[in-house]
C-alpha cells in the first residue's frame, strides 16, 4: 500500500481547463513537496509547503497544504500544452527521507 | 550552478552481470539520494548518503549498494543483475542539513537487463 495516495492517476484535459489533483495519506508529514517529470528526465521541484492551512502560488499553480499536514492539493488553472507530465508529491518523515506518490499523469490537449 | 549529473545516461546489461552507476551532486551539496523508478511501482527510495556515510536506506535487497566519495559524488552498485532491476535510476541531491528535505534530481539512468 503507497503511505501517499494521489488521485487521479491520469487526467486529460483540454487546454484552458482547471484541475485538482490530490495527495492523501493518513500519516503526518514535516513537510511536502510537488514534483513535476517529463519523459526521459529527473523530477523538477516545483514547490515545499511546510506549514499546516500554507497555501503557495506559482503563476497559474496553486499548491495547499492540509490543516493537519497530512493532504495537500494541486491546482492548476488555464492548464496549457506545457503543463503536461508526471505529477508527483513526496512527503518527508524521518530527517531527508522522502516517501513519494504514485504520481499523477496529465496530459493538456490543445 | 550545474545540477545534478548522472552517468551513464543508458546502459544495456544481461542477468547475472553487475554494474555502477555515477552521480554527481550540485556543488555544495553534502547529501545524495538514490530512487529507483518503474511504471509499476514508482518512485521507490533506495538509500541516502551523507558525508561519506549511509544515513537511510529503503527496503531493497543487499544486491543494491552504494557509497560516497569525499567530493559527495555517490556509485551505486548493482550485483547479479535479475530482469525486475530494468528500470529508471534516479539520483537527487540535497543541503543535507537537518530540515533541507528539497531535492534536486538528475535525468537519471535507464537500465535494461535482458
Known amino acids: 500500500t503507497q503511505l501517499l495516495e494521489q488521485s487521479p492517476q491520469f487526467l486529460s484535459i483540454q487546454e484552458g481547463e482547471n484541475l485538482t489533483v490530490y495527495c492523501n495519506s493518513s500519516s503526518v508529514f514535516s513537510s511536502l513537496q510537488w514534483y513535476r517529470q517529463e519523459p526521459g528526465e529527473g523530477p523538477v521541484l516545483l514547490v515545499t509547503v511546510v506549514t499546516g492551512g500554507e497555501v503557495k502560488k506559482l503563476k497559474r499553480l496553486t499548491f495547499q497544504f492540509g490543516d493537519a499536514r497530512k493532504d495537500s492539493s494541486l491546482h492548476i488553472t488555464a492548464a496549457q500544452p506545457g503543463d503536461t507530465g508526471l505529477y508527483l508529491c513526496a512527503g518527508a518523515r524521518h530527517g531527508n527521507k522522502l516517501v513519494f506518490g504514485a504520481g499523477t499523469i496529465l496530459r493538456v490537449k490543445s | 550552478k550545474a545540477g545534478v549529473t548522472q552517468t551513464p545516461r543508458y546502459l544495456i546489461k544481461t542477468r547475472g552481470q553487475q554494474v555502477t552507476l555515477s552521480c554527481s551532486p550540485i556543488?555544495?551539496?553534502?547529501?545524495v539520494s538514490w530512487y529507483q523508478q518503474t511504471p509499476g511501482q514508482g518512485l521507490q527510495f533506495l538509500f541516502e548518503?551523507?558525508?561519506?556515510?549511509?544515513?537511510n536506506k529503503g527496503n531493497f535487497p543487499g544486491r543494491f549498494s552504494g557509497r560516497q566519495f569525499s567530493n559527495s559524488r555517490s556509485e551505486m552498485n548493482v550485483s547479479t543483475l535479475e530482469l525486475g532491476d530494468s528500470a529508471l535510476y534516479l539520483c537527487a541531491s540535497s543541503l543535507g542539513g537537518a530540515s533541507s528535505y528539497e531535492q534536486y534530481f538528475g535525468p537519471g539512468t535507464r537500465l535494461t537487463v535482458t
Open positions: 556543488s555544495g551539496h553534502r547529501s
Open positions: 548518503y551523507f558525508s561519506e556515510t549511509q544515513r
